[in-house]
């Protein structure tokens, strides 16, 4: 029986004056075989197993499998997984809620109990993607944005305020406190959980699920984590293991340490192209190496932030004296950091100089090789020397330079300034995301620059919108101390709010002169950001190309206030002298740097995370009514009653075959959730701005997509509506648009669906490589559903998007190798047939029969990507929810 080798395993620890039961892998891997050379992500997943071994869910073959991993560097074996917690963000997080609150709605119109549906594992919501940048450049911006943000989303925190209260074991970190992967990093993670069980201390890793991709900065600190759409989320506090392949492991190798001037920025868009090319989708990545021992933890989990970008589940860190380091640094107790240390060491999960496990696959860097870079312009792991960004941007085949070239120079009369703009012209420098703004030695590196650049006299250039959104409370108080906020201040870049701001589009408007000026020329402009996501259409609608960039370049693009500027070796500005100064003369020294960092005290921690759940004076002052259902509001444009479990049996209803199914759009490569999912501002003549206003909201109160995810009809509307996104059934047509079939009318994407819903025909999305690639966006799935779309036809699928459709009740195939929509000559006029779902298997092959609009008949194998068993159960039940409430009425 397998519950004996978990009795077995059973052992203790003594820190302190406390006792913590735990299971040894060493005494299980006696019985299953040596571990010694397995990575420490997949002993972390070991332990995992034994932990929960129950001869159901969790055989004792599955721990058998990931031991013999170690013989070839893969295993095709399904898992169940279990992490210890939930971290959620508020753009995913409030449907999440939306979602909870409208299951209990359905058990109770089932005859269960409503007090079923509650977390089992514990959720943390941070709330930090609703700021936005309206107000910038002055000392007002912080309070003001603030006060704008509570106004706006004053219902969307009334209704997570009402969770809070309504739910077990969740939590809601207010608005204007940090990014919700910082505040993890800082504070919530702990490396080793634990918890009382029948009143015994119960030690195991730290491992989580977010609803933001970005999740993956926890590994940085050797925490186990990884993004999931909010649709497995939501199943995962609910009691549902995730269910995943035991994965292939990319060991990446690092050596040496990084040469003077170079930033984790650096490192990271140079770890990203790399990996990029290596090819790491659906793989964990860990690093090892005796370079580690140079790698401060703030720059591991730079690296480990950006796994979605170059497309691994996660890039882990194990834990070693650097862990240790940085927990006491920010406040962890010495107890805690015992137990890190003791528990790790005793579980083989402590890194060791000269560590060579066994890999899948292994590449390797010398970091003193990383050169200054930056990244785009509308992908993070296109990374372009600094010295070649001009000319990156000048050959970049989308962007149309000089395209009107009569029309007349736009002058700009802005602020007492009148200037010229011209093409290239860097409208948005942005300090921003949780990238690097968890980062001191990037953040001080900034301030360092921008204090040398005031002391020479340059100031921002008057059409570049500047910004400073950190990801915590405590970058201010480590800026302030250092000295150097009012030099960040005297060039724009004042605190505007705690958020994801500009990286996740929230730039907020350019003011009016600069967006003028450039309709007027047809400009291509640029945003240079410390982010994360560089996609089209993501960061400003006006600005078609997009910068990664370290917040030291940062500061400079907003000197330099062009692309076309070569900010290496050209000149940024004059001193008060009229000397040309250059990048080299405000670039602050390693030393410089390390005496900044000096500045950043435990004591800064400790004081801003004291309160963290407590709020500002207008959140404590929400009041909501207490009760375990919702009281949904028939006149709210934010918050409304879902319609997934709208006619839900108790029992699943037979899987109906797709007949006449009509294409809603043919989509190329690398379509991203972004595109998806709908995201950023709402356009006043787009199917959700008429719907606002057929509702009464003004333009001015729009907000974004983000903020009214818990109204599905504002989200169904704009799913696939991106302005970037290109329909090839319409060729030349940028945006959300398609071709209804058989009258051959241009409209809206929505309104083709609903077209289609009312002649009651099933539809079909066609797409090529990397589907879905981007962040965790449950709506790219949800709204994909509700607009009809019952099969997905792709090349190949990211991860999260893959297994949300799945969780919506949508089926994703995969064209056979060497067939794609062009060799097939799709052009949106044929119908779609699947047949046999009843009798589907896991990874089985189907036939998809294709009839063209001239009566031709095409049949091909495509393969089912419902890759586990536990996944179609999910999808015979029509979705992921319909399942555990099934599950909670039996």
């Not at 100089?353 to 870079?373: A, C, H, Q, R, Y």
């Not at 037979?654 to 006449?660: A, C, D």
Request: aromatic share 8%; glycine share 8%.
């Amino acid at each position: 029986m397998s519950l004996n080798l978990k009795k077995q395993s059973a052992a203790t620890l003594n820190i302190g004056s406390k006792l913590y039961h735990y299971f040894s892998l060493p005494i299980a891997t006696k019985q299953l075989g040596d571990v010694a050379k397995l990575p420490k992500s997949l002993k972390i997943l070991l332990e995992n197993l034994l932990r929960n071994i129950d001869d159901k869910t969790v055989v004792e073959a599955d721990l058998q499998a990931i031991v013999d991993w170690q013989q070839t560097g893969h295993a095709n074996r399904e898992i169940a997984y279990r992490p210890a917690r939930v971290l959620m963000q508020d753009f995913t997080g409030v449907p999440a809620v939306v979602d909870l609150a409208a299951m209990r709605e359905a058990v109770k119109s089932l005859g269960g109990n409503v007090n079923q549906v509650n977390p089992l594992s514990p959720v943390d919501l941070v709330i930090d993607h609703s700021v936005m940048v309206d107000e910038f450049a002055t000392d007002r911006a912080f309070g003001e944005n603030v006060e704008i943000e509570m106004k706006r989303n004053h219902e969307r925190y009334l209704f997570l305020r009402w969770g809070q209260k309504g739910f077990n074991r969740f939590r809601v970190v207010p608005p204007g406190t940090g990014i919700c992967h910082q505040v993890n990093l800082e504070y919530l993670g702990k490396a080793v959980w634990y918890e009382e069980i029948e009143g015994e201390l119960y030690a195991y890793p730290d491992t989580l699920v977010g609803t933001d991709s970005h999740t993956t900065m926890i590994n940085g600190l050797g925490v186990l984590g990884w993004g999931v759409g909010g649709i497995e989320a939501e199943a995962a506090m609910l009691g549902q293991p995730v269910s995943m392949l035991i994965p292939d492991v990319v060991g990446f190798k690092l050596t040496a340490k990084l040469p003077e001037g170079i930033t984790a920025t650096d490192l990271v868009l140079t770890v990203t192209q790399m990996l990029r090319k290596h090819g790491v989708v659906g793989k964990f990545v860990e690093f090892y190496g005796d370079g580690l021992a140079y790698l401060p933890l703030a720059d591991r989990a730079t690296i480990a932030n950006m796994s979605p970008e170059y497309g691994a589940t996660c890039g882990f860190f194990p834990i070693d004296d650097i862990t240790l380091g940085y927990m006491k640094l920010t406040g962890r107790s010495e107890d805690e950091i015992a137990l890190v240390e003791a528990y790790s060491k005793e579980q083989g999960l402590w890194r060791h100089e000269g560590d060579e496990p066994i890999f899948t696959s292994t590449l390797e860097l010398d970091m003193s090789t990383v050169e200054s870079s930056l990244a785009g312009p509308k992908r993070p792991q296109d990374r372009v020397e600094l010295s070649q960004v001009p000319k990156a941007f000048q050959s970049a085949i989308e962007l149309e330079i000089n395209k009107n070239i009569n029309l007349e120079p736009s002058v700009v009369d802005y602020q007492g300034k009148t200037f010229e703009m011209l093409d290239g012209a860097v409208v948005i420098a942005a300090i921003t995301s949780c990238t690097n703004t968890s980062n001191p030695s990037v953040l001080m590196a900034a301030g360092l620059l921008a204090k040398k650049a005031v002391e020479k006299g340059l100031s921002r250039q008057p059409w570049v919108k500047t910004s400073l959104a950190p990801g915590s409370k405590v970058v201010t108080d480590y800026l302030a101390l250092a000295g150097l906020t009012p030099y960040l201040d005297k060039l724009g870049f004042n605190l505007v709010g705690y958020g994801c701001t500009t990286c996740i589009g929230n730039s907020g408007p350019l003011p009016a002169p600069i967006e003028e000026a450039i309709k007027l020329a047809d400009l291509t402009v640029g945003a240079v950001l410390s982010g994360n996501r560089n996609f089209e259409g993501r960061i400003h609608p006006l600005v078609k190309t997009n910068w990664l960039a370290s917040p030291p370049l940062v500061v400079a693009y907003a000197l330099a206030g062009n692309m076309n500027i070569n900010v290496k070796t050209d000149s940024l500005g004059k001193d008060i002298y009229g000397n040309d100064v250059y990048l080299k003369d405000l670039w602050p020294s390693d030393i410089e740097i390390a005496n900044a960092v000096e500045k950043v005290k435990t004591e800064m921690f400790r004081k801003e995370y004291s309160a963290v759940f407590e709020g500002d004076e207008t959140w404590r002052a929400l009041q909501v009514e207490s009760s375990s259902t919702y009281n949904w509001q028939n006149d709210s444009t934010y918050i409304r009653h879902p319609p997934f479990f709208e006619g839900m049996k108790a029992e699943p209803e037979v899987v109906q075959n797709i007949h006449g199914a009509n294409i809603l759009a043919i989509l190329g490569d690398s379509v991203t959730t972004d595109h998806i999912s709908p995201a950023g501002n709402i356009k006043a003549d787009s199917p959700a701005g008429r719907y606002l206003q057929e509702h009464g909201v003004a333009e001015v109160d729009f907000n974004s997509y983000g903020s009214r995810r818990g109204n599905h009809e504002v989200m169904m509307r704009g799913t696939f509506a991106n302005i970037r996104i290109r329909n090839e059934m319409v060729p030349g047509v940028e945006g959300g648009y398609t071709k209804h079939i058989p009258t051959g009318k241009l409209m809206a994407i929505y309104d083709a669906a609903m077209l289609y819903q009312e002649e009651n025909r099933p539809l079909a999305i066609i797409a090529g490589k990397e589907y879905g690639s981007g962040s965790s966006r449950d709506w790219a799935a949800k709204g994909t559903n509700l607009l009809g779309v019952r099969v997905v036809i792709a090349e190949s699928y990211e991860r999260i998007h893959r297994s949300n459709l799945i969780g919506m009740g949508v089926i994703p195939l995969e064209f056979p190798q060497g067939t794609t929509r062009k060799t097939l000559g799709l052009n949106g006029d044929e119908r779609i047939d699947v047949e046999y779902l009843q009798m589907l298997e896991p990874g089985q092959h189907l036939v998809v029969k294709i009839t063209y609009g001239d009566g031709r008949v095409q049949e091909i194998s495509t393969r089912c990507r419902i890759d586990t068993a536990t996944e179609m159960e999910y999808y015979r039940h029509g979705g992921i929810l319909h399942y555990v409430i099934r599950q909670m009425l039996h």
